[in-house]
């Protein structure tokens, strides 16, 4: 009768990633059934806005009383109906005490499809945030190769975020993780015609992707959907 959402997933509260989930589901709440909420900040992040947006979605949670809340924690590991969820990074893993934006503590995530086709959740992790992830490990990956992923959201919009030494060292994990299909969360408009970030050497990461599997990188201005039996996509 209604759509079931088993998981749904916050990776840090951002405007851009926050507000409409916020919306939605305080205005659809009575249209479907959602088992749980994963999220990735405790409220007492410090910055105005973004507590302020916790506050809102915990008003938003409220509106599924029956739904399990939970603090994402580096490390856990979840499984839905088949599918897993490692927690490669969270709030707790940080190289900032006190970081300067909740870019620099935003969850990372490795789904698992029932064949083993992976997908790798970046967010908005700066580029030294997933230096870290690299360099130091997480407590999931500890080796180079459990890093390697079929799917990949490109960070922050592909907008690099830190040093050019910093972009180099992203460089290198891409190489590591070699997805096949990677998603840029960016408009159609912007991902052709910004040429800064997205085709343009210095930004070796980005250029990387776009020159290696150019015919596999998608803007996200609509609805994609993957076969991860054939690695098609499309859009609805």
Not at 122 to 133: F, N, V
Request: glycine share 4%; proline share 5%.
């Amino acid at each position: 009768e209604k759509p079931v959402i088993i998981a749904w997933f916050i990776t840090h509260f951002h405007l851009d990633h926050i507000d409409l989930a916020t919306r939605f589901i305080k205005e659809q709440g009575d249209s479907l059934e959602i088992k749980g909420f994963y999220y990735n900040s405790s409220g007492k992040y410090g910055k105005i806005d973004e507590d302020e947006r916790f506050a809102l979605w915990e008003e938003a949670m409220d509106c599924h009383p029956e739904a399990a809340r939970h603090l994402l924690k580096s490390g856990e590991k979840f499984e839905f109906s088949g599918v897993t969820a490692d927690v490669l990074m969270a709030e707790d893993f940080r190289y900032y005490a006190d970081p300067p934006s909740q870019n620099h503590i935003c969850a990372a995530l490795m789904i698992t499809f029932e064949n083993g086709k992976r997908f790798a959740v970046l967010g908005d992790c700066d580029t030294e945030r997933l230096y870290q992830l690299r360099v130091n490990g997480s407590p999931v990956y500890r080796q180079d190769t459990e890093l390697r992923c079929d799917i990949l959201q490109v960070p922050h919009h592909g907008l690099p975020l830190g040093s050019k030494p910093f972009i180099d060292k992203n460089l290198e994990l891409y190489k590591i993780m070699e997805p096949a299909i990677c998603f840029f969360p960016s408009s159609e408009d912007r991902f052709n015609t910004d040429k800064k970030f997205f085709d343009n050497p210095f930004y070796s990461d980005n250029h990387y992707l776009l020159t290696t599997r150019k015919e596999k990188c998608y803007p996200c201005s609509k609805t994609a959907v993957v076969d991860t039996k054939t690695m098609e996509v499309s859009y609805e």
